[in-house]
């Protein structure tokens, strides 16, 4: 059984920090493209930043420069380390496991990020 549980989320000033967590397990971690999505009310889920196998990061031009995306495949954990948080950057995140190769794609439940004084 596949799971992707993410954790970390919560209530931080704009400013602040945060970093997400997610734990994989039922998956070879090592085999998959890792990535970090976000959600807001009535708007489609959007790519935060993206991790391969080999390590080449991807990011949107909103975080560019104030998140960043790693891997601990011995811990099979996903890592987002949020910095500068803006009040725009509210949103539940989740966790993706992408293989296309073998035609596999995992989701998260998602952590709420909420960024506000």
């Known amino acids: 059984q596949v799971q992707l549980v993410e954790s970390g989320g919560g209530l931080v000033q704009p400013g602040g920090s945060l970093r997400l967590h997610c734990a994989a397990s039922g998956i070879i971690f090592s085999m998959y493209t890792m990535g970090w999505y976000h959600q807001t009310p009535g708007k489609q889920r959007e790519l935060v930043a993206r991790?391969?196998?080999?390590?080449?990061?991807v990011y949107a031009d909103s975080v560019k420069g104030r998140f960043t995306i790693s891997r601990d495949n011995a811990k099979n954990t996903l890592y987002l380390q949020m910095n500068s948080l803006k009040p725009e950057d509210t949103a539940v995140y989740f966790c993706n496991a992408d293989s296309p190769r073998h035609g596999m794609n995992y989701w998260g439940k998602g952590t709420l990020v909420t960024v506000s004084s």
């Open positions: 991790i391969t196998t080999g390590g080449s990061t």
